[in-house]
């Protein structure tokens, strides 16, 4: 699976962004997916997660009820809709497969795209 992430940007506080990931190669549907970041100087972190079906989603405290993770197999794509941004989201972002959902809310993932920056200004 090779993965495409975009949707990054600048915004203020309080902001919002949507961060799509497009996916080609194997059947995505068939694979849990997934966000992490990487803040300057901090290690990575697990974001959010989606089962293949879209039918259960997982999220990091840090970011429940302010992000969500959906996808749209029919598009190969899996979306991050962030709101109510905070300078602490500040970090690259990565998009992530693997067959495991489990995997992924545990911090790994097979497959991993290229980061997209997203910087939130105070």
């Known amino acids: 699976v090779q993965l495409q992430a975009s949707g990054g940007g600048l915004v203020q506080a309080g902001g919002s962004l949507r961060l799509s990931c497009a996916a080609s190669g194997r059947t995505f549907s068939n694979y849990a997916a997934g966000w992490f970041r990487q803040a300057p100087g901090k290690e990575r972190e697990f974001v959010a997660a989606i089962r293949w079906s879209g039918g259960n989603t997982y999220y990091a405290d840090s970011v429940r009820g302010r992000f969500t993770i959906s996808r749209d197999n029919a598009k190969n794509t899996v979306y991050l809709q962030m709101n109510s941004l905070k300078p602490e989201d500040t970090a690259v972002y990565y998009c992530?497969?693997?067959?495991?959902?489990?995997?992924?809310?545990?911090?790994?993932?097979?497959?991993w795209g290229q980061g997209t920056l997203v910087t939130v200004s105070s």
């Open positions: 992530v497969a693997d067959g495991s959902r489990t995997t992924l809310v545990g911090g790994g993932g097979r497959y």
